[in-house]
Every structure is written in structure tokens, then in C-alpha cells.
């Protein structure tokens, strides 16, 4: 296990830094900890991801600008219709 330092921010100002061990092996971690411990983060970690992207997808989506550039990534149509509007208005 080796010791990395961290900073520590609160809004966007470091208060200072701390020590963190860090396993470089799953057997290392279980050894450091538990079995249920690793097992207990490494599912609440995929939870979060999950969760997280679903998160994303839905609350991106909201404003009409993330509409259109979700649009233009998923059909060149479309990217090629924006790019005409924006060549009109001069963008």
C-alpha cells in the first residue's frame, strides 16, 4: 500500500492536504479491510455510476441547446441543418 497526498477544496480553495493509502491490489484492499467492506464499496460504486449516468442522461436534456447538440452527435443530417442556421447568422 502506498500514501498518496490529497488536496482538500472547499469552494475551489484548498484548505489543505491529506494523507490516503491506496491499495494497488484487490488482495492488498481485502487484507486492509474485508472482504464485505471491498465488496460493499466496489457495489455501492457501480450504484453510483448507474445512477449517476441516468442522472445525466435525463436532466442534460432539459435545456433546448443540449437538445440540439444530443441531435447533431446522433445524425449528420441534422449537424449539417444546424451548420447551414449558423452560417446565415454568422456563427
Partial sequence: MKQIKVDVK???????SVSVPVCETLE????ASSKEAVLAFYNKAV???ITNTFRSEHTRNVSPI??????AKSDPKIAAEIEKILAKIGG
Avoid at 472547499?10 to 489543505?16: E, F, N, Y
Avoid at 443540449?66 to 441531435?71: G, R
Wanted: charged share 25%; hydrophobic share 35%; no cysteine.
Fill in 28 to 31: 492488498e484492499a481485502v487484507k
Fill in 47 to 49: 450504484s453510483n455510476t
Fill in 66 to 71: 443540449a437538445k440540439l447538440t444530443k441531435a
Fill in 10 to 16: 472547499s469552494q475551489s480553495k484548498v484548505l489543505g
